[in-house]
């Protein structure tokens, strides 16, 4: 992976505050520890990927582009007792009209690669319980890259990696 697309692909790591113009779940709460966790782990990496980015042979104003983002760079985390659909349809409304790709996941999968990451080790009653099991996702981006919302049926929790089946919204927003 290229040193830019690195960098973009943090797009989902940030500052732990509430992303501007998109409102909460509905019945939703704001998850300041798991969002704290999260943004812990991704300074950490962004700081060896700003430094690759520096080697890499972008041009000036593409390097500056993606500081700039990533300087106004913020995420929140949202657990809802809601449903997925019913989360998803919530977004598709008034709030932010918009357009989701939606699919499947592999949670082991999905949980290895973040235990991997996290540098924490995969339970193996999660590895049992969780072998050929799916979950839904949807993920909304903004045309200009700039907010990113995306809806799962269950939360892989950042500070153990515990797995549970609870509707969690994950938005992030990069600066201008």
């Known amino acids: 992976m290229t040193p830019l697309l690195a960098l973009l692909s943090l797009f989902w790591l940030a500052d732990p505050s509430s992303a501007k113009?998109?409102?909460?779940?509905?019945?939703?709460?704001?998850?300041?520890?798991?969002?704290?966790?999260?943004?812990?782990?991704?300074?950490?990496?962004?700081?060896?990927?700003?430094?690759?980015?520096?080697?890499?042979?972008?041009?000036?104003?593409?390097?500056?582009?993606?500081?700039?983002?990533?300087?106004?760079?913020?995420?929140?985390?949202?657990?809802?007792?809601?449903?997925?659909?019913?989360?998803?349809?919530?977004?598709?409304?008034?709030?932010?009209?918009?357009?989701?790709?939606?699919?499947?996941?592999?949670?082991?999968?999905?949980?290895?690669?973040?235990?991997?990451?996290?540098?924490?080790?995969?339970?193996p009653e999660a590895e049992k319980r969780w072998t050929g099991k799916s979950a839904k996702t949807a993920r909304f981006t903004k045309g200009d890259e700039t907010l990113q919302v995306v809806v799962e049926d269950h939360l892989i929790d950042p500070r153990d990696g515990k797995v549970t089946a609870t509707t969690v919204v994950l938005v992030t927003s990069l600066g201008s």
């Open 21 to 123: 113009d998109v409102p909460p779940p509905p019945g939703g709460r704001f998850e300041a520890e798991m969002t704290k966790v999260v943004s812990e782990r991704a300074k950490v990496e962004m700081q060896g990927l700003l430094a690759q980015l520096e080697q890499a042979s972008q041009p000036a104003e593409t390097k500056a582009l993606v500081k700039r983002r990533l300087a106004g760079l913020k995420v929140a985390v949202y657990t809802t007792a809601k449903g997925w659909e019913e989360t998803v349809a919530f977004y598709e409304g008034p709030p932010l009209g918009a357009y989701f790709l939606k699919g499947e996941r592999d949670i082991l999968a999905d949980l290895r690669d973040y235990a991997r990451a996290a540098g924490i080790p995969v339970d």
